[in-house]
């Protein structure tokens, strides 16, 4: 599935169907004429393609055969209207004659809320069937798109079988499957859809990745293509990313106003920096923070919020999660079984020396108190008096960790390989340069404990592991 990441590469053969596909515009059916739906169809249809609209509700249907907008959103209304005067556009309720006659099928139904919580996928599966019905009367090769907001493992767990069980049909031999996320702001659709952020094509055959690319060709040229479960994550991610952004500047104002603090000053400020705040920094799942600056600093935030009598239980929960991931770590190493540990990278990251608040001395010291043997090599720290002259700035914030700072230069190897040597685990807290060449001279069985993916791809051994891959 590797070759499908990144920007799609066109493959030099071409079956003759694809190559149809490819030079002509494809008939599309949106099925779903919600918000997603709707501007979708209309976009499409702006495109060239020849559109069709598919619901269960007349009321949405009607409207939108007349071209007009079901929903209040810029430019909508007129997209629609041309689409419709142009003989491109047309909608129906009849879900399985929208797909026999068209050779791409856009699925975008609701997903609300179950009542536990989670993803209702009612709507996806009774869609499935439909489309796995007008398939098995179909000899074409025909692309599904899914659309909606689903939990990763929908389109290949729940939307593919019920397609494969009611045609007969096998997913990438007959039919394609794929999940193309939609990122469009209400209010702002239509511009979003024609100069998208990023255009996301989960796949599992290089044919449906090519037509679908095609048809994104207008107005992104360089798609993602990745892997389905990948693709439905992204979307999640997303959104949870701007709830954080926005509860983070609201705790910010909350924090600012009793201290007559102009809020919107403040992060107006704080926006300007693309370099690290705005930014893929710091945006890499990995080991926890530390240092002298964000251990800290939260944690006088959060003291000055107590003392306003102000309630920011995102930034207080940010120690809590931070502490969660070091506690993975210590379960890693315990559940290895291991008696030897070695620990590459000991300050809080490379290419300094500075111990201050660095989580994998807390690792250490658990593992100290546990009765386990620790070896470590950092290339930026020497056995000096400047390792314990480090423990006087953090020994309020973490007296727990004297005894470690006092036994580090015991600890201290030399050499990389004078530290792995007899580890049982390996324990990576930091990418230092040559680091994959070190470990060529470990122990045969020993487990390597990568913190931070010292590599692009996770290697796929029973002896590598991490926290979050």
């Not at 095609?214 to 999640?236: F, S």
């Not at 809080?348 to 658990?366: H, M, Q, Y």
């Amino acid at each position: 599935m590797n070759k499908f990441v990144g920007n799609l590469e066109f493959a030099r053969e071409i079956d003759l169907l694809t190559l149809k596909l490819l030079d002509t515009k494809v008939a599309i059916s949106v099925i779903g004429l919600g918000y997603v739906g709707a501007v979708s169809l209309a976009c499409l249809s702006s495109l060239g393609h020849r559109v069709v609209g598919a619901d269960i509700d007349q009321d949405k249907v009607d409207s939108i055969a007349f071209g007009e907008s079901p929903i209040v959103e810029d430019r909508l209304g007129e997209l629609l209207t041309s689409g419709v005067a142009m003989g491109l556009l047309t909608a129906t309720t009849n879900i399985k004659r929208a797909v026999e006659h068209t050779d791409v099928t856009f699925v975008s139904v609701g997903t609300p809320t179950s009542e536990d919580g989670g993803c209702d996928t009612r709507a996806i599966r009774a869609v499935g069937q439909a489309i796995g019905e007008a398939l098995a009367v179909k000899d074409d090769f025909h692309v599904v798109v899914l659309r909606c907001s689903v939990p990763p493992g929908t389109t290949l767990g729940i939307m593919k079988p019920e397609i494969e069980k009611a045609s007969g049909k096998i997913a990438g031999v007959d039919f394609g499957i794929c999940f193309n996320p939609e990122f469009l702001r209400e209010g702002t659709a239509v511009a979003d859809f024609h100069a998208p952020p990023k255009t996301v094509i989960g796949v599992t055959d290089e044919r449906s990745a090519r037509v679908l690319s095609k048809i994104y060709a207008p107005v992104d040229e360089n798609p993602i293509v990745t892997e389905i479960e990948v693709a439905e994550l992204v979307k999640y991610v997303d959104n949870v990313w701007h709830a954080t952004k926005v509860c983070f500047a609201n705790e910010v104002g909350r924090l600012c106003k009793p201290m007559n603090i102009d809020s919107h000053a403040v992060m107006d400020i704080f926006v300007k920096d693309t370099k690290l705040n705005l930014s893929p920094y710091y945006l890499k799942p990995g080991f926890a923070f530390g240092g002298s600056c964000l251990p800290k600093e939260v944690r006088a935030v959060n003291h000055l919020a107590e003392e306003l009598g102000v309630d920011v239980p995102m930034i207080n929960a940010l120690i809590p999660s931070n502490n969660e991931q070091i506690e993975n770590a210590i379960e890693l190493v315990r559940k290895s079984g291991a008696k030897k540990v070695s620990v590459i990278g000991i300050a809080f990251k490379p290419g300094t020396d500075d111990l201050r608040e660095s989580p994998i001395l807390e690792v250490i010291s658990a593992l100290k108190k546990e009765g386990l043997e620790i070896s470590a090599y950092d290339p930026a720290i020497e056995p000096s008096p400047r390792i314990a002259m480090q423990f006087n700035y953090m020994q309020y914030a973490a007296p727990h960790l004297k005894d470690v700072v006092d036994t580090l230069p015991e600890m201290l190897k030399k050499t990389p390989a004078s530290a792995i040597e007899d580890a049982d685990v390996i324990v990576i807290s930091q990418k230092i340069p040559g680091i994959e060449d070190y470990l060529k001279s470990k122990k045969e069985k020993a487990t390597v404990l990568d913190l931070v993916r010292i590599t692009k791809e996770a290697p796929s051994s029973a002896d590598y592991t991490g926290i979050a891959w």
